[in-house]
């Protein structure tokens, strides 16, 4: 009994990848899927990625529809970009989240868990743990507040 339990608790340990197709019907309905929509046409939008900008200090471009505004630290043009691959069930994904909003920086997001594109993303960057923080060319792999704030000023946050 120990034994198949054993095999159960390994087996259960494997991640599965799947695409997961999202729609709202006519109906308002909203649908989710392992497969697309029969008829319908699935967009080429990725799934689980956002981008947080700090709002502009002085009147400039509107975000993106998909841009979720936060505090402004000033203007950001000549940084390295930031990029967090992210789970959203990943406590220290939260806290690297908290410590660039604090710090009024601009960032990607993508949730490796929401689709087979943004985990195939994550992976093609050896990833095998979250968050996996880039800024610029730079990363690293996990988080502390020390790391993420050295990192942060090396990109010139």
Known sequence: ???????????????????????????GAVNIMSKPPAGR??????IGQRTYAPEPAAPGPVPASNAKATASAGPIAAKAQVTMYMASWCGYCKQAKALLTARGVAYREVDIDSSTAA???????????VPLIFVGKERINGYTKESLEALLRRGGY
């Open 1 to 27: 009994m120990r034994l198949v339990l054993a095999c159960l608790a390994l087996l259960s340990a494997f991640p599965v990848n799947a695409e997961v197709y999202h729609w709202v019907d006519d109906k």
């Open 119 to 129: 985990n195939r993303e994550f992976r093609s960057f050896g990833g095998r743990t």
């Open 41 to 46: 046409t699935v967009d080429g939008t990725a």
